[in-house]
């Protein structure tokens, strides 16, 4: 949700977000989000992702609308643009963490989902087990 919020606060052109709401119930966490339009249709995600990892890093996508969109995102909030080699070897050049993806609806807008690595991991919990573990 942090990532989210910064994101909303910088009111990028054409970059949008779906609609995220926590819920809480029970003892239970709940984020849950709108779906971006088309998705159900399209059986096949890796196609309509053109920023980020949809399948572990075996292939990046970096389309240059998205990439100039989220150089913007991270200019504003201080995150450097990284070069990361794929499952191919090929270097790909992304703004932020790999882990945000950016897909484009069937409505023609640019999407950008999985905003929880916007913000970098916290250093005192080392692990793959406290993946979740980020500064806020």
């Given amino acids: 949700?942090?990532?989210?919020?910064?994101?909303?606060?910088?009111?990028?052109d054409k970059l949008y977000y779906l609609a995220t709401t926590v819920v809480n119930y029970r003892g239970h966490r709940i984020i849950a989000q709108s779906i971006i339009p088309g998705i159900l249709n399209n059986s096949e995600l890796s196609s309509l992702a053109e920023y980020g990892t949809v399948d572990?890093?075996?292939?990046?996508?970096?389309?240059?609308?998205?990439?100039?969109?989220?150089?913007?995102?991270?200019?504003?909030?201080?995150?450097q643009v990284n070069k990361l080699i794929d499952g191919n070897g090929e270097e790909v050049e992304l703004a932020g963490c790999v882990e945000v993806k950016g897909i484009r609806g069937t409505d023609k807008r640019c999407y950008v989902v999985d905003l929880q690595g916007m913000t970098p991991r916290d250093a005192n919990f080392e692990g793959s087990d406290n993946h979740t573990c980020l500064v806020r």
């Fill in 1 to 12: 949700m942090t990532g989210l919020r910064s994101l909303q606060f910088l009111e990028i």
């Fill in 56 to 79: 572990e890093q075996k292939t990046i996508q970096s389309n240059e609308e998205f990439h100039e969109m989220m150089k913007n995102v991270c200019s504003k909030l201080n995150i």
